[in-house]
């Protein structure tokens, strides 16, 4: 049973919306497309997961939460719960051949055109979790041993050097390892597991990874202004008679500005001034600018003279 689904990482959305508003030649693009990249293949590979394991259907109760966040940077590509453990599987979805380093742990990716990038060991990212899960439920009070297994999202990666001892399971054979395990005595009841389930929902801690523009010392100057069209993507839009209007497709919006005003808070601050939203969405008045952040339904702190608005959360 499914009692927390997968969502698409926000810091997706994000890159693709720094890459749109940065020059075409802009140094930092290469770094930021590649980060797009992994967050593409990251979420590929989970859900790929996600669909094998559709039909799971094992001899025993459990719980599976996708895309777990807890306290201390602790995240989790899918957590199962069973009345006598819980499994942690951590997804891989690299091209080419991945070669398990020790001394120091490590994880060194062969791309199909044969250069070498090293990531952090998968093992240790595994046993990590698996210390600080054991730790949550320490404090919970429930007497679980925690076990976990790195997942490779699609045949065509190549493994080589496992260390001893570690589990590494093709994404394909998931189902079947599960389904077999051999589980021991259950250490507690339906209605325990049902309640820890329930508790690793409430321990949930969303990681939000903006503003994106500071991290990659990029700043406010260099993001292009401007709304663009929602339609064709291409242009910006202009602003007329309280509409906005792109002259490429020929589009009248009237909330088209969501959109920019959502990309400056992934981008360049938690916050907007009336001022700010102005010059960002390129209005002709401070008036214009604050009745659009009204229509908004944004959080607004301070006084009338140094008021900003922020997401509600």
Request: overall charge positive; glycine content about 4%; aromatic content about 8%.
């Amino acid at each position: 049973m499914i009692i927390k689904y997968r969502n698409k990482p926000a810091k997706i959305a994000g890159y693709e919306a720094l890459l749109k508003r940065l020059p075409a030649h802009y140094e930092k693009r290469g770094v930021i497309q590649e980060k797009l990249n992994s967050a593409r293949a990251g979420i590929g590979g989970e859900e790929r997961l996600d669909r094998l394991l559709d039909f799971f259907e094992p001899p025993y109760p459990h719980l599976l939460l996708q895309d777990v966040e807890l306290p201390d940077h602790l995240q989790i590509d899918t957590m199962m719960i069973t009345q006598s453990c819980v499994f942690l599987l951590e997804v891989k979805n690299m091209s080419g051949i991945l070669r398990f380093q020790e001394n120091p742990s490590a994880l060194h990716q062969v791309t199909p055109n044969g250069e070498i990038r090293g990531h952090k060991s998968p093992v240790i990212q595994a046993e990590t979790a698996q210390l600080k899960v054991e730790k949550i439920l320490k404090l919970l009070n429930f007497p679980l041993r925690v076990q976990s297994a790195i997942v490779i999202a699609y045949p065509s990666q190549i493994v080589e050097n496992v260390p001893p001892g570690t589990k590494v399971w093709s994404a394909d054979e998931v189902l079947v390892r599960l389904y077999n395990l051999d589980m021991p005595k259950p250490k507690i009841s339906l209605e325990q597991m049902k309640s820890l389930g329930d508790q690793f929902l409430s321990l949930q801690q969303k990681y939000n990874p903006f503003p994106l523009a500071p991290k990659f010392d990029i700043q406010l100057q260099n993001i292009e202004n401007g709304v663009f069209c929602p339609r064709c993507r291409l242009k910006k839009m202009d602003r007329f008679q309280r509409k906005w209007e792109c002259k490429s497709c020929f589009l009248l919006s009237n909330d088209a500005h969501f959109e920019a005003v959502e990309e400056w808070f992934m981008l360049c601050q938690p916050t907007i001034t009336t001022n700010q939203c102005k010059d960002f969405l390129g209005l002709s008045s401070l008036e214009a600018a604050k009745r659009l952040l009204k229509r908004m339904e944004l959080d607004e702190i301070g006084g009338r003279r140094h008021r900003r608005y922020a997401k509600r959360i």
